[in-house]
């Protein structure tokens, strides 16, 4: 576990600053504090969060709503079928327990590291995923919760939406340091860009099927030459 730790503890000053910024969205969207505070709690997934804010300040439909956080989050699908080899030996309610827990970072950070293991679903596998995934909970709960207090006090003038986009780049470009992570995420770059005009996000969901893909190939591509 305290490998995983090790191994999250740089990006969650990025992550409490995408929280702390959802915080305040969630308020400046018309939320109550009460129903902000069970938003982040309960449904825990800042893309899906933000996604539904401006649907719920609208008056859209609830299927409306629903239909587009799960759109959003359908990249999780992928990193579904991806971990099952490694937790499948355990019971359903500590699979969907992880799968709360489950995040971006903590699958990227696992599957690098654990991805070609010859034996899956070990202790040692098992504990470095939880040391990866828990204290992101806690460093975006934190931080969002103390958004939801302080949204009220927010000038509405400030540019909060740039200092997400700063957040998840605090992320993401540590990451690049291999030639399948850069080609995955030119790749999702551009088809999230080109995907704007998508309805309910899918270009965001399109993206990270093109981005896996092309990551993939870029792997297999030298391994085929040699």
Not at 104 to 132: H, N
Not at 198 to 220: D, H, K
Request: aromatic share 10%.
């Amino acid at each position: 576990m305290q490998e995983g730790l090790r191994a999250v503890l740089p990006s969650l000053i990025a992550t409490a600053t995408w929280g702390l910024v959802t915080g305040v969205a969630m308020v400046k969207a018309g939320l109550t504090e009460s129903m902000a505070l069970a938003m982040t709690l309960l449904l825990y997934a800042g893309s899906a969060q933000l996604t539904s804010l401006p649907l719920i300040a609208t008056g859209a439909p609830l299927w409306l709503i629903f239909a587009a956080g799960c759109v959003v989050n359908l990249r999780f699908i992928i990193f579904g079928a991806a971990l099952h080899p490694y937790i499948r030996h355990l019971t359903w309610p500590r699979r969907l327990a992880l799968g709360y827990f489950t995040t971006d970072m903590g699958f990227v950070l696992f599957m690098p590291r654990y991805g070609e293991a010859s034996e899956r679903g070990t202790r040692e596998q098992l504990w470095f995923f939880i040391g990866c995934i828990a204290p992101g909970w806690f460093s975006w709960q934190i931080a969002s919760i103390v958004g939801i207090y302080l949204g009220t006090m927010v000038p509405a003038n400030w540019s909060l939406d740039f200092a997400a986009v700063l957040a998840l780049l605090a992320v993401t470009i540590p990451l690049a340091g291999a030639r399948p992570m850069l080609v995955a995420m030119l790749a999702a770059g551009v088809v999230a860009w080109c995907g704007q005009v998508l309805p309910l996000r899918l270009g965001l969901a399109l993206a990270v099927l093109v981005g896996v893909a092309a990551g993939m190939l870029a792997e297999r591509h030298p391994r085929r030459r040699a």
